[in-house]
């Protein structure tokens, strides 16, 4: 049985003219051109592939309740996100089996879960153990790569476990890189000191993306042998990049772009609890005491505001960051945090028709400022 049809409109990103989308049964019916007053700009739902946590819901909580993770997905949608891989980061076994057991079991129980979560972000515990590459990752649990631990995680995630970031230096890497591929698993790499070689081993061995390039690296680097070169010239990765205007410095942000392309490129938010909290001093588990600052910088509290302690900003602020220091159109901005990300997360992220409802208008007048969210839907169900 047919459903009842409804009606989205906006302006289009790609030419400013407005546009009218029909879904019905969950799905988008039709896109076209028709006169209407609206001022809002209307985009397929956001695609965030690396999120620890927002407005005080952590996916790493020592104790994590499916109830935290369904109350994630709520604020999620507050902020244009229809889709996202909740993402585990380097703990002890025990700990990360209880995380992701209690993502599989949010999924299972909440239809809001089941619909936005399609699979999740295992990023370490097999990454560098030095200072530096290693980030705010706790050294006393990384270790080298098991396929045994593998199939544990994806025992306790229900086969949830979609996407692992690991650094290719253990001698482990190509081996494991091919395991997981095999499996239908994708494999980042990122939190590394890899050299060439054994970078160029991880991508034969199916590795296709790079994590938050540009961090989760030494802090100085070889101006001719490092772990940037490599990743931005092999075609056969993607580069995922956080930008909140904190992690990548402008030229920075805008020369990996044009290194890797617009296909070859997309966005995450790598939010942590803290993220969207009010600003001032805190204490976290991972980072210790820490600051948040009114523009989203979250830092470690050590009077020197050099060093990041996370990020705080969704996903949602990487519009104007792209538009403004990257240069990009706002259609080239959104389609790196929806169509691009979509490829590793089931096909969302398209506005298109037979594509899923999931759908995100948002008021943004071309400045600096953070768009807002003012309907959000979720196949095809409102839910903002």
Partial sequence: MSGAVQTVRGLDPATSRPV?????????????????????????GLVDLQVNGYMGQDVNASQPSPAEVSRLCLEMLKVGVTTFLPTVITQAEDAMIRCLRSIHEAVKADPVAARMIVGVHVEGPHIAPEDGPRGAHPAAHVRPPSVAEFGRWQEAAGGLVTLVTLSPHWPEAPEYVRHLTAAGVAVSIGHTSADEAALAAAVAAGARLSTHLGNGCSATLDRRRNVLWPQLADDALTAMFIADGHHLVPPALKTMLRAK???RSLVVSDTV??????????VTPVGGKVILREDGFLGLDDGTGNYLAGAALPLIAAIPVLVHQAGLSLSDALKLATRNPGRWAKGRGELKPGARADIFAFSWDGSRAIPRAEQVWLGGQRML
């Fill in 20 to 44: 009218a989308v029909e879904i019905a049964d969950g799905l988008i019916r039709s896109v076209r051109e028709e006169p209407h007053g609206e001022k809002q700009w209307i985009a397929p």
């Fill in 261 to 263: 392309g617009l296909d």
């Fill in 273 to 282: 609890a803290l993220g969207g909290m009010p600003a001032g001093r805190h």
